[in-house]
C-alpha cells in the first residue's frame, strides 16, 4: 500500500510559480511510476506530467510543457511538480498517483492517489 500526500498548492497571481510536493509515506518510490493530474468540478481529470522513478523517464501534457517540471528527490521518497507562467487556466485540484514499475498518462492505471491540492491562479 502507497499513501501519497501532496503540498504547496495555494493562490497566485498569473504568471506566478508554485511548487508541489507529492512524498509517499512508509516506503520509497523506487519501483514505481508517479504521474501528475489535476480536474476541475464538472470536467474529466487531465494528465499534466509524469516521472518512471527508476529509469527518470518524464512525460508531458502539451498545455505545460515549457512551463511545468517534473522531477524527483532521491534523499527521501518525494517527487516534486514546479509549475511556472500559471495562467487561470491551471487553476484546478492536483493530484498525484503512482503504480508500480512506469509512469503512462493514463490515470485510470493507477492504483494508489493522493487527497490533492488546491491551486488558483488569478488573472
Known amino acids: 500500500q502507497v499513501q501519497l500526500v501532496e503540498s504547496g498548492g495555494g493562490l497566485v497571481q498569473a504568471g506566478g510559480s508554485l511548487r508541489l510536493s507529492c512524498a509517499a509515506s512508509?516506503?520509497?518510490?523506487?519501483?514505481?511510476?508517479v504521474g501528475w493530474f489535476r480536474q476541475l468540478p464538472g470536467k474529466e481529470r487531465e494528465f499534466v506530467g509524469a516521472v518512471t522513478w527508476s529509469s527518470g523517464v518524464m512525460y508531458y501534457a502539451d498545455s505545460v510543457k515549457g512551463r511545468f517540471t517534473v522531477s524527483r528527490d532521491n534523499a527521501k521518497p518525494t517527487v516534486y511538480l514546479q509549475m511556472n507562467s500559471l495562467t487561470p487556466e491551471d487553476t484546478a485540484v492536483y493530484y498525484c498517483?503512482?503504480?508500480?514499475?512506469?509512469?503512462?498518462?493514463?490515470?485510470?492505471?493507477?492504483?494508489?492517489w493522493g487527497q490533492g491540492t488546491q491551486v488558483t491562479v488569478s488573472s
Open positions: 498517483a503512482a503504480r508500480l514499475f512506469f509512469a503512462t498518462m493514463n490515470g485510470d492505471e493507477y492504483d494508489y
Open positions: 512508509g516506503r520509497t518510490f523506487s519501483n514505481y511510476g
